[in-house]
């Protein structure tokens, strides 16, 4: 499923499903740092980031977060 990221905080990602459910994904640090970056300059285009949430749960698992 295909998910939006609407938020970063230290290293959680918040994501919103196409229903409006809120979750979060830990992450290492740096690549939640990025996706803050990415995140940012989607905001100032009027874009959105689109994530496919199995790759947020891969992410999880190879971090060991």
């Known amino acids: 499923m295909i998910v939006q990221l609407i938020s970063v ?3 959680r990602l918040f994501v919103e499903d196409i229903e409006g459910n809120t979750q979060f994904y830990q992450v290492d640090l740096s690549i939640a ?3 803050q970056r990415e995140l940012i ?5 009027a874009e ?3 994530i496919d949430d199995q790759v947020l ?3 999880r ?3 060991g977060v």
Not at 41 to 45: L, N
């Open 48 to 50: 959105e980031v689109l």
């Open 33 to 35: 740092e990025e996706f």
């Open 57 to 59: 749960q891969e992410m």
């Open 41 to 45: 300059f989607a905001q100032k285009e």
């Open 61 to 63: 698992r190879e971090n």
């Open 9 to 11: 905080q230290k290293n």
